[in-house]
């Protein structure tokens, strides 16, 4: 029985196991993968963390004639049953790491103001974020609206560039596709706007790297001004 697996929740367990069960601290310690004093600490309620007892039986992991066995012999091992399923993500909002998530309401009020065709359901998948926040930044009850400002979500990490550009070219091909089934003159008026939201891209590229060319130039003066005044500094001759 080396190597057995532990509960899923093996704190929460082990507290059951001491209020419901006559087993010894040493099969529980065992049996849950803690050390035997971390057990009797529970027990006599000096942990430092409380635990909601979890109850093995219900999960499957022991069963009533299990802990019949353990508490008639107290040198018995105990077997868990059924190990725990180890549950992988798959589908899902996309992770944003806490440092970022406060940057959320900044990055969708910029999309909201810079992409207005995009659907709630769009702005949700590129940045992770709920329906619920993006139309309170919409109609603006946002319980934070007068802190929030648009800023770049890929800026601020939230998306690459590569990302929102790709959800940008999907949102024009589908609106372009949806109004194509009208009339000529709808199908010119999807490629007009096709064409203002290509050079709104453009332009927000182009204001992007002028930006950051602005501030490297910034820099580069910075240093060249400190490296004047090093160089021509009046000298002290001690007053001679």
Not at 19 to 25: C, K, R
Not at 57 to 73: C, K, P, S, W
Not at 118 to 144: F, V
Not at 188 to 195: E, P, T
Request: hydrophobic share 35%; net charge negative; aromatic share 4%.
């Amino acid at each position: 029985m080396a190597d057995q697996p532990t509960p899923l929740m093996p704190h929460a367990t082990a507290t059951w196991l001491i209020d419901n069960t006559g087993l010894s601290f040493e099969q529980i310690a065992e049996f849950c993968g803690l050390h035997i004093l971390e057990v009797q600490a529970m027990a006599d309620d000096l942990a430092g963390s409380k635990y909601t007892g979890r109850d093995p039986l219900h999960a499957g992991e022991l069963t009533q004639d299990e802990i019949a066995r353990g508490e008639e012999n107290p040198e018995y091992r105990l077997r868990i049953q059924r190990a725990p399923i180890a549950v992988s993500r798959t589908k899902g909002p996309r992770y944003t790491p806490v440092s970022r998530r406060q940057d959320k309401p900044d990055g969708i009020a910029w999309l909201i103001r810079n992409h207005p065709e995009m659907s709630d359901a769009q702005i949700s998948k590129l940045i992770g974020t709920t329906r619920n926040t993006i139309g309170a930044i919409r109609d603006r009850s946002h319980w934070n609206i007068q802190n929030i400002t648009p800023k770049d979500p890929v800026t601020l990490g939230l998306c690459s560039q590569r990302e929102l550009d790709a959800m940008v070219a999907k949102t024009v091909k589908k609106t372009a596709g949806d109004e194509g089934e009208g009339d000529g003159a709808g199908v010119a008026a999807s490629d007009n706007r096709g064409d203002d939201r290509a050079r709104l891209i453009e332009e927000l590229r182009a204001e992007r790297d002028a930006s950051e060319r602005a501030a490297a130039e910034a820099a580069q003066e910075a240093e060249a001004q400190e490296w004047i005044r090093a160089k021509y500094a009046p000298e002290d001759h001690g007053g001679s």
